[in-house]
């Protein structure tokens, strides 16, 4: 049987249809067996599990994993390491739980014990526990794809479960083994172990292995000599302990060695699959760091490597379409075409891409505006998944800042509408977007497009965003309102139809329990109000507001103590109609005591704004 299945998928086939996995079994179980017997009917179901998926789903519906963890209770090393082939080759099979491996208790603690057999047990086991130690969401090496639920039932992660048994110091040492295939192992185990977690970064910093550090070999692994699988995995390694914070993204071994690493990963002479693995890997570092992106773009040649990528042609596009993507040079048309692809990868791709260029004030200007990428983005916003509309939001963001030119059409094509219905999303970074895209847009803007904001948000939804439990999404809400509230003009029309709401707004805020910037960002939006011609008088007829001003010009933060001061500067100046009135009141309240008390303050900003607002009282 084993000859006649070895490299043959239709023999395999035949010998399941047959039945013979229920009698291999029943002979691998059977005490009166020989060790020898029992070893070769591990190697044969070894074999079969070799072939297709389908081949797997039968043997799992026999129940072949805890025959085989069974099996490894025995005393034998050779029938020890055949069932752990066999383990192997089912586990990293795509269409195996990998909860299987966590259903007894005891097994993960067995299978540490086993690791120091032999170097075949610390092959298999190692990679049995890179195959099944998955997060709760899973990456595609760095950006998050739809969550899984690959949590047990109600029990701590994988990660958690094995790093409890000892998985580091049991797989650190085996870094330095004379075999290849087991350092390879070991170190793909440590990369999915890092990922993401804290606890376990934090504490491979630590770990020594024969008077070394392990960031230390880790580096040693990625130097240009070694395999490029090794390379790959170390560099992955040392990637994820950095996001996870155990390594500082200024250090030398991230900047010097990992970073350029990576680089070399995404050059012509490397095979697809590794550049694909060494950009991703890539963009994971530096997605959160700005100055690793700044030097990640000038090592290297990497943008001109990177935008090589597009000349790849993808499986689903037609000869015409593979010729056209070939024969473009300019890299700004690919991915505008890459966001009416049909694959959703290739659309996300594309929209992570132009997020990035469109943080570039000098791209805003030139190329976006050159293909009018705000057409093609428009359109990707109009029926998207999540994972996209948040990528593209966010672009859309900074095409609506002032500077853009793709502000106007933008405008013009109904995005209003379209982002007042984000920010009632249930998903926080598409509210945060929404709102924050329309802040952008209020800025410095007509009273016309100011009035469709307010409409197409409604004061009830408005009131929604401002009582939002997270900060984000309140402080680009008090963003808004207080771009809404810029210009004497709209001040006032704004305050006239939205005034009562607003102010009982503004009060919640202040009463509530929030930080310095929202309750600052508040009162510079009353120092707004303040500063309209009609709508001031909103402020003074309101004692409560009176009172929590006078009670900020006295608080222990000087941020808050200048934004109150703001307010009371433009209630008394006393060039504009009924100043005079205004200042008896704010006199008869206590703020010029105040005042005088803050014209001593050692800060020069409160100082100064006290000294003005006395010689408004004195003019």
Not at 43 to 56: D, H, I, Q, R
Not at 121 to 130: D, K, L, R
Not at 158 to 166: E, V, W
Not at 284 to 292: A, P, Q, R, S
């Amino acid at each position: 049987m084993k000859n006649a299945v070895i490299g043959n998928n239709k023999q395999k086939a035949n010998l399941i249809v047959l039945g013979a996995v229920p009698r291999l079994l029943y002979l691998l179980q059977q005490e009166t067996s020989s060790t020898e017997l029992r070893t070769e009917c591990a190697v044969v179901l070894g074999s079969l599990a070799m072939g297709t998926e389908n081949n797997v789903k039968s043997l799992l519906d026999c129940h072949i994993i805890p025959a085989l963890l069974q099996g490894l209770l025995s005393p034998d090393l050779k029938f020890i390491e055949a069932c752990l082939r066999c383990l192997r080759t089912i586990f990293t099979s795509p269409v195996t739980p990998e909860e299987l491996l966590y259903t007894d208790a005891t097994v993960i603690p067995h299978l540490m014990a086993l690791l120091s057999r032999s170097r075949y047990t610390q092959e298999y086991i190692c990679q049995i526990f890179s195959h099944c130690c998955k997060l709760r969401h899973w990456h595609s090496c760095g950006f998050k794809s739809s969550p899984q639920p690959l949590l047990c039932a109600n029990g701590p992660d994988h990660q958690t479960i094995l790093f409890n048994h000892g998985a580091v110091q049991n797989i650190a040492h085996l870094l330095v083994s004379t075999s290849y295939k087991v350092r390879m192992q070991a170190l793909k185990c440590f990369s999915v172990l890092a990922f993401e977690n804290p606890q376990v970064s934090m504490t491979l910093v630590n770990v020594l292995v024969d008077g070394e550090l392990l960031p230390q070999i880790f580096v040693k692994m990625l130097q240009r000599d070694k395999p490029i699988e090794m390379q790959l995995t170390s560099a992955k390694c040392l990637t994820y302990m950095c996001r996870a914070g155990a390594i500082r993204t200024d250090d030398n071994c991230i900047v010097l060695k990992t970073l350029p690493c990576l680089v070399r990963m995404c050059s012509k002479e490397r095979l697809l699959e590794e550049r694909v693995e060494g950009a991703e890997t890539l963009a994971y570092l530096i997605e959160t760091d700005v100055e690793l992106q700044r030097i990640a773009s000038i090592t290297d040649h990497l943008i001109a490597m990177l935008a090589d990528y597009f000349k790849y042609p993808s499986s689903v596009s037609a000869i015409t379409d593979i010729k056209r993507i070939i024969e473009t040079e300019n890299m700004m048309d690919r991915i505008v075409n890459g966001l009416s692809e049909s694959s959703i990868k290739v659309r996300l791709a594309a929209v992570r891409c132009l997020h990035s260029l469109s943080r570039s004030v000098q791209q805003l200007r030139t190329s976006f505006q050159d293909h009018a990428v705000w057409k093609p983005l428009m359109k990707v916003l109009q029926n998207a998944p999540d994972e996209i509309l948040v990528v593209a939001s966010s672009t859309l963001c900074n095409l609506l800042l002032e500077f853009s030119p793709s502000k106007e059409p933008i405008l013009e094509s109904g995005a209003v509408e379209l982002l007042c219905s984000l920010t009632q999303s249930e998903n926080l970074a598409l509210r945060v977007n929404g709102i924050w895209a329309l802040m952008n847009m209020a800025f410095q803007a007509e009273q016309k497009i100011k009035s469709d904001i307010l409409r197409g948000l409604s004061t009830e939804q408005l009131f929604q965003l401002l009582s939002d439990s997270d900060v984000n999404v309140l402080m680009k809400t008090l963003g808004l309102l207080r771009n809404l509230l810029s210009t004497r003009p709209h001040i006032d029309h704004i305050m006239s139809s939205h005034g009562k709401q607003i102010m009982q707004a503004v009060t919640l805020i202040l009463e509530g329990e929030h930080n310095i910037e929202v309750k600052e960002q508040t009162l510079c939006i009353l120092a707004n109000i303040a500063d309209g011609t009609t709508a001031k008088e909103l402020i003074m007829t309101n004692d409560d507001i009176l009172q929590k001003i006078k009670y900020y010009m006295s608080h222990s933060n000087a941020k808050l103590q200048l934004a109150a001061m703001f307010c009371i500067s433009n209630l008394v100046w006393n060039e504009e109609e009924g100043s005079q009135e205004r200042q008896d009141k704010l006199r008869d309240m206590g703020i010029v005591d105040i005042l005088h008390k803050l014209s001593q303050s050692s800060d020069p900003n409160l100082c100064d704004k006290a000294k003005t607002a006395l010689q408004q009282y004195l003019a």
